[in-house]
């Protein structure tokens, strides 16, 4: 009796080994990478991300000339946009579109110091977790981190750009003639909210467009740091 539990004992101990070792053989080996380094690795990458693509969009035509985060009509307010070109103002219905681009290409100028701070928040067991995600899964985490802090700094600032560049007046005609289109519903849209989600969304789209590529390109890892930590999720 005491010789079949050894011999059971012992068979359940070869094949959990057995399955314990396929599983390590499945993990990203650290080649020596302590967990410092790991996060020190994602903080470099999304400020390379922050630096090099969210900066884009600060500048003139950053969002009207980007079709990846162009700020278009509410889908509700579409039948604006198309009634106008349909009988000749396209060049209003265009000014219509760009001061709503502009005035997210002000607001996220607002955004650089919110990012700094949520990166340098990576705790190790943050770092890891990025690693191994998914292509956007540090774009997901800074998300988590500065969605509520970003709306709340870029609001009030589209606010104001809209006022600044004359975007009530604009709207105001552009609304006018639309509604002075006969068998059209008149519409009375307020803007603000909307361009505040559309500018954070296109923040985290070019962040994400900046960590995939370091994910899935070498050559895009441009540091020994980035090289190395990266290698660990290929």
């Known amino acids: ?104 290409e002000d607001a996220v100028k607002e955004a650089t110091p919110i990012f700094v701070d949520a990166v340098k928040g990576i705790t190790f067991a943050d770092a890891k977790n990025i690693l191994l995600g998914n292509n956007d899964a540090a774009t997901q985490y800074l998300t988590s981190k500065t969605q509520t802090a970003l709306y709340n700094k870029f609001n009030p600032v589209i606010k104001n750009s809209f006022a600044k560049v004359g975007a009530d007046e604009i709207w105001n005609n552009l609304i006018n003639k639309y509604n002075s289109i006969p068998f059209t519903n008149n519409v009375n849209p307020d803007l603000t909210d909307y361009v505040t989600g559309e500018a954070l969304k296109g923040v985290y789209t070019m962040i994400a467009v900046e960590e995939k590529e370091i994910r899935t390109k070498l050559s895009s890892r441009t540091t020994d740091l980035l090289k190395k930590v990266f290698a660990l999720q290929d």
């Not at 650290?30 to 500048?59: H, P, W, Y």
């Open 1 to 104: 009796m005491i010789r079949k539990f050894l011999a059971v004992f012992l068979i359940f101990n070869l094949t959990a080994c057995a399955e314990l070792q396929e599983i390590a053989k499945q993990l990203p080996q650290s080649g020596g990478i302590g967990n410092a380094e790991i996060a020190s690795g994602l903080r470099q990458a999304l400020d390379f991300g922050i630096d090099k693509q969210v900066t884009k969009l600060t500048q003139t035509d950053g969002f009207f000339k980007n079709e990846l985060v162009k700020i278009l009509l509410p889908e509700e307010l579409q039948k604006v946009d198309k009634a106008l070109r349909d009988i000749g103002l396209s060049k209003l219905a265009d000014e219509g579109l760009k001061v709503l681009n502009r005035a997210a």
